[in-house]
């Protein structure tokens, strides 16, 4: 290192990286603040009530924390953008000149796409811990002439405790790693350490800067996952010993019953319509004519992906970027398949390698997408002969990205079976070389199932890493949208659209299998 090196970082390079910092943990925790305000009273409506649709609504609610981070950019915009429905709407009814809504490019658009991602986790994690707690013992409490207000004080709070700080932990986890939140619906302006990261390496190449601030966000994130993984075996007890809906009830009073009906508009509204705006706007092509535009119904959005119009020699149609994805998504299925298995069966063997097994796992969720991405530029890029291998190392690091979740939906199923089978199996004459495949194999079906339709939407959709991995010839299928995106005209933003559109339909197609899945008794 140069002399002066050091003294020019901390000069020139050192307000810009605190900058990043400070608003890193600044709209990480209003966001987390913001989203607990309507994940709460969420999981409190699908914990405690009926009510018709229910079900539906849940799975809507849910839906969104699998989506990429390109189609809900793509879903608010729809909605919300310069040509999204709402000011489409407005500027025809008030003869306007411009939009009147300006969202995007604002700390609003930031806190509003990242409740719509994570307020799932306060209704899976909080409405499920709500819902299991025994409702018997609440009548006891209003038995003893204790008010609802005492008996959610003193007797239902303290209980739902652990999984509220468990759920605002990985909220701000989620929110303080956002990459494509930021950079899509905020703008480089709002540059938090991840974008600051992306911004450093691709356009200035200050790796040195890059490099400090992907030290100090994997540093924060590996301590707040830590923090999030003691609190992850916390007790929610009492709970009921199956996952009935006995403490599920109709709201009789009329206040409840408000709340039921201002609960349920409140998530159709933010949940529903950016989605459903998406998929319309998708379908719509824009004449222009007035100064709102006259749109009418027309699949050409969807045809021009497979074309290249110009034939320009560079062109990837987006087709190919689909195809590429789909394929990058099946090499990164299998990788965590086959490593999560190896995990789970190994870490049973002693508690020395448990621990170490469970450190590994972990250490993809707290780091960052970014952080990985920028792991691999800088390991692979020294050697001019390891550009050929940068595909091979997209499936490789969404595999890792996917790999807790694939350990964290097997380990339950293989932990369960009991030892007493392996032992009867072999009495019956099967050989133990042969018990995975014949005992444990069947078991975990359902879950090996889940475990890959997640690890394959989750490469399907990854933004943050595949934008340092990605060659311009080789896009994935997020960032052939986010390159959409960002060119000018109706038909570049057209193509955007449709491509949202088959990447929302394949996450929201594998989230429904999977749900159908647990719901399914027979593979269990």
């Known amino acids: 290192m140069q002399p002066g090196a050091w003294s020019e970082f901390t000069a020139s390079n050192l307000r810009v990286a605190w900058r990043s910092i400070y608003f890193s943990f600044w709209q990480a925790a209003l ?56 000011n489409l709407i407005l500027m025809r009814i008030f003869s306007l000149p411009q939009p009147p809504i300006q969202i995007f490019g604002t700390l609003s658009a930031i806190i509003l796409a990242h409740m719509f991602y994570n307020t799932s986790i306060f209704i899976r994690v909080v409405g499920t811990a709500w819902e299991r707690l025994d409702p018997n013992i609440e009548d006891a ?200 298995v190896f995990i789970v069966v190994g870490s049973g063997w002693s508690r020395s390698i448990r621990l170490v097994m469970d450190t590994m796992v972990m250490l993809p969720l707290g780091t960052s997408a970014v952080t990985l991405g920028l792991g691999y530029l800088l390991a692979f890029s020294a050697s001019r002969a390891m550009v050929v291998l940068y595909p091979f190392l997209i499936p490789i690091a969404h595999s890792l990205i996917a790999l807790p979740f694939v350990v964290r939906i097997i380990q339950p199923a293989i932990n369960a079976i009991p030892t007493n089978q392996h032992e009867a199996a072999v009495m019956l004459g099967i050989p133990p070389d042969k018990l995975w495949w014949k005992l444990d194999l069947p078991i975990i079906q359902k879950p090996l199932i889940t475990a890959a339709i997640y690890a394959f ?44 559109v088959i990447l929302m339909g394949a996450c929201a197609a594998g989230f429904i299998i999977i749900e159908n899945l647990q719901k399914k008794p027979g593979m269990d």
């Open 31 to 86: 966001s987390t603040l913001v989203t607990a305000c309507l994940g709460i009273p969420a999981a409190y409506l699908f914990g405690r009530f009926k009510f018709p649709g229910r079900n539906v609504l849940r799975v809507a609610s849910t839906l969104p924390f699998i989506l990429p981070t390109v189609v809900v950019a793509a879903a608010f915009n729809a909605l919300l953008g310069n040509t999204g429905w709402i």
């Open 141 to 340: 409490s209003r038995m003893l002439l204790s008010s609802p207000w005492q008996t959610f004080t003193r007797i239902t709070f303290p209980l739902l405790v652990p999984s509220i700080i468990s759920s605002m932990l990985l909220v701000f986890l989620f929110d303080f790693t956002s990459f494509g939140v930021i950079l899509l619906m905020g703008g480089v302006r709002f540059a938090t350490m991840e974008v600051e990261i992306y911004i450093q390496t691709t356009q200035f190449l200050n790796l040195k800067i890059a490099g400090f601030l992907a030290m100090i966000q994997l540093i924060f994130s590996i301590t707040i996952t830590y923090f999030g993984k003691r609190l992850d075996g916390a007790s929610f007890a009492p709970i009921m010993p199956v996952t009935s809906e006995k403490g599920l009830q109709d709201p009789q009073t009329p206040l409840k019953k408000v709340f039921v009906i201002i609960m349920v508009l409140l998530l159709v509204v933010l949940m529903i319509f950016p989605l459903a705006a998406l998929v319309f706007r998708s379908f719509m092509v824009q004449q222009t004519s007035g100064s709102a535009g006259t749109f009418y119904f027309s699949l050409a959005n969807f045809q021009r992906i497979f074309i290249n119009e110009r034939d320009a020699l560079f062109f990837v149609p987006p087709f190919i970027a689909l195809r590429n994805s789909a394929l990058y998504a099946f090499a990164a299925m299998l990788i965590a398949l086959v490593i999560g």
């Open 457 to 500: 939407a989750i490469s399907l959709g990854e933004f943050g890493a595949t934008t340092f991995l990605a060659r311009p010839e080789i896009p994935t299928l997020p960032i052939a949208i986010f390159r959409y995106f960002g060119l000018p005209g109706q038909e570049n933003y057209g193509k955007a659209l449709a491509m949202s």
